[in-house]
């Protein structure tokens, strides 16, 4: 019934810049939180930034100052403004968003998009 979808990874120069976008599909969905995740070969799934449905916005370290996180409710879709990109930004992002159907009850479903590799030379 639900559906992530994530465009805008691609191979870009240290100093570059990309912005990418995740659309959650699905009838009468209500999204609480929205977010990015990345994993870089070799290493952990790490929390890049999160946003909640208020607009309320958390960074990893590593990001804060260079990414900005948004959301369009509108169209369920969550960004990931990405500047001044280092080659340890190469990873692959995953798009993440927690959110209930109009027949659930107190809980929140899980989902995950399939990724999108970013590639940053130096």
């Known amino acids: 019934q639900v559906q992530l979808v994530e465009s805008g990874g691609g191979l870009v120069q240290a100093g570059g810049s990309l912005r990418l976008s995740c659309t959650a599909s699905?009838?009468?969905?209500?999204?609480?939180?929205m977010g990015w995740y990345r994993q870089a070969p070799g290493k952990q799934r790490d929390l890049v930034a999160t946003v909640a449905s208020g607009g309320s916005a958390n960074y990893a370290d590593s990001v804060k100052g260079r990414f900005t996180i948004s959301r369009d409710n509108a169209k369920n879709t969550v960004y990931l403004q990405m500047n001044s990109l280092k080659p340890e930004d190469t990873a692959v992002y995953y798009c993440?968003?927690?959110?209930?159907?109009?027949?659930?009850?107190?809980?929140?479903?899980?989902?995950w998009g399939q990724g999108t590799q970013v590639t940053v030379s130096s």
């Open positions: 699905g009838s009468s969905i209500t999204i609480s939180v």
């Open positions: 993440n968003s927690k959110l209930r159907l109009p027949s659930d009850k107190g809980f929140l479903r899980n989902y």
